[in-house]
């Protein structure tokens, strides 16, 4: 079965940097993209990005864009979430994702998410 | 702000219907399948419809999708307590970014 675990949760100073990682199994690594989604306390599903595991190719969404990198470790099957610059507003639960098949945006598969919360 | 519109709640009686909308734009919903999610409190989300009307194994009939234009409805019918959750429309927008709705709440009374 398709499995996808998270690190564990993080408490972070404002301006520091966390990095998330999300250990996949069950399918091949390099054919399906991960997506990040966050979801701030009471709020909205947010999308982050997404990483092409087979080339590392990344589409970020522009509110991000300058302090995330996604990357990803075929070794070891797993995807990374780095976000820099941690503000207020970023605590949230980070969950990564993977579509259902590749080049769509159904995902059917989640990680159990991990909370980060940002405070001084 | 989201990019896709939701009504942030909805609400019925247990066995009646309910629908929830979903509007777009002809940059995301109006050339993109749609995908709607359900999730129960402090768990992730779960995709109940893919391509606009699709159910991934598993996922009961009394769940449905339809689109049309630049908006898209999902359907519950028969509503039963254990629906009670929210729910989330997405999507492709033409940037290559994945969009979502706001959320909407479904209260089964």
């Known amino acids: 079965q398709v499995h996808l675990v998270q690190s564990g949760n993080e408490v972070k100073k404002p301006g520091a940097s966390v990095k998330v990682s999300c250990k996949t199994s069950?399918?091949?690594?390099?054919?399906?993209?991960i997506t990040w989604v966050r979801q701030a306390p009471g709020q909205g599903l947010e999308w982050m990005g997404w990483?092409?595991?087979?080339?590392?190719?990344?589409n970020y969404a522009q509110k991000v864009q300058d302090r995330v990198t996604m990357t990803a470790d075929t070794s070891t099957s797993t995807a990374y979430l780095e976000l820099r610059s941690l503000r207020s507003d970023d605590t949230a639960v980070y969950y990564c994702?993977?579509?259902?098949?590749?080049?769509?945006?159904?995902?059917?598969?989640w990680g159990q998410g991990t909370l980060v919360t940002v405070s001084s | 702000q989201s990019v896709l519109t939701q009504p942030p709640s909805v609400s019925a009686a247990p066995g009646q219907k309910v629908t929830i909308s979903c509007s777009g734009s002809?940059?995301?919903?109006?050339?993109?399948?749609v995908s709607w999610y359900q999730q129960l409190p402090g768990t992730a989300p779960k995709l109940l419809i893919y391509d606009n009307n699709k159910r991934p194994s598993g996922i009961p009939d009394r769940f449905s999708g339809s689109k049309s234009g630049t908006s898209a409805t999902l359907a519950i019918t028969g509503l039963q307590t254990g629906d009670e959750a929210d729910y989330y429309c997405?999507?492709?927008?033409?940037?290559?970014?994945?969009?979502f709705g706001g959320g909407t709440k479904l209260t089964v009374l």
């Open positions: 002809n940059s995301n919903i109006g050339n993109n399948y």
């Open positions: 997405g999507t492709w927008d033409s940037s290559l970014s994945v969009v």
């Open positions: 994702a993977r579509p259902s098949a590749a080049g769509t945006v159904d995902f059917d598969y």
């Open positions: 069950g399918y091949t690594f390099t054919s399906f993209a």
């Open positions: 990483i092409n595991n087979y080339n590392g190719y990344t």
